[in-house]
């Protein structure tokens, strides 16, 4: 039996770099809170939270005074910064440098055309309600229209100029998608302009891990239920290995699925899921065979 984790799964660059800034300011021991989960994995929010991070939503945020708070990778819209500096609250800003990267530049493009004068027609590709989208919309006064697919781009004005942005975890497939079409569907003479504002480290995950899938018999995901990457790498899973079944920890593991044609399980997951998580999914599964298959070890 081969029990394999996927070395390209695990924490992408601006959540190793969020849960390393908490760690620190929480070894001191004074209170920090984070706006939000910290990252959408459940468990290793209870790892913080064991350590003393704690998580507030909005509201909660906007009654501190004089705290520290943790901002994630996600990135916040100008105005929680302004909150911020309104209640005297020291920030331990650990916004993704890929989406703060975006912010600016939304931001940019946002203040030229007021400058101009006309409001500029800022599109963004992303999830609605997400923490990064609502950071990116954010820049733009709440202006920015948001496309979940390309069946809402009936939400677009066609004789207007586009600009068009992308949430850093989309699908780059989908993003081309919906370049071509607006391509055939915008007015002569009228601007477009697509920033592709996803992330490498994102975005190539795809195709290593259909083929980390598609080596094993049967495949482990694990990953939170709120993780947009998540959804999209499992769903790429499935896609070449219908023996592929998502988990968020090891207490969800499905041994009757070991069957005895079974001898080699992958286990991969989102750029939100910690590597111990994966790791301790491993330890059980190699428990659970030493059990079965005392001699063969």
Request: with cysteine; glycine share 8%.
């Amino acid at each position: 039996m081969t029990i394999e984790i996927d070395e390209g799964s695990g924490f992408c660059f601006g959540v190793t770099t969020a849960i390393k800034k908490a760690e620190q300011e929480l070894s001191n021991g004074s209170p920090l809170y984070s706006l939000g989960d910290i990252v959408h994995n459940e468990e290793e929010c209870e790892r913080l939270g064991r350590l003393g991070l704690i998580a507030i939503n909005h509201q909660q945020f906007r009654q501190l005074k004089g705290a520290r708070v943790l901002f994630r990778a996600h990135g916040e819209p100008p105005e929680t910064y302004a909150i911020a500096k309104e209640n005297q609250i020291e920030l331990i800003d650990a916004t993704c440098p890929v989406v703060l990267k975006i912010q600016q530049r939304i931001r940019r493009e946002y203040e030229t055309g007021l400058a101009e004068g006309h409001e500029k027609q800022i599109v963004i590709f992303g999830q609605k309600g997400h923490a990064e989208v609502l950071g990116l919309v954010g820049q733009t006064d709440g202006h920015a229209i948001v496309i979940e697919s390309v069946d809402d781009l009936q939400r677009i004005d066609f004789h207007k100029d586009i600009y068009l942005y992308s949430q850093t975890t989309k699908s780059l497939s989908e993003f081309r998608q919906i370049v071509e079409t607006i391509r055939n569907r915008i007015d002569e003479g009228v601007v477009f302009r697509y920033s592709d504002t996803i992330c490498r480290q994102v975005a190539n995950r795809l195709e290593d891990i259909r083929h980390f899938a598609s080596s094993h018999n049967l495949v482990f995901f694990v990953c939170g239920s709120k993780s947009s990457n998540g959804r999209v790498l499992l769903e790429a899973c499935r896609n070449v290995n219908a023996n592929t079944y998502h988990i968020q920890r090891s207490q969800d593991i499905d041994y009757r699925l070991i069957t005895p044609e079974v001898n080699s399980i992958g286990i991969c997951g989102a750029t939100s899921t910690p590597k111990w998580l994966m790791e301790e999914c491993r330890e059980k599964l190699l428990e659970y065979h030493r059990q079965m298959s005392p001699k063969s070890i």
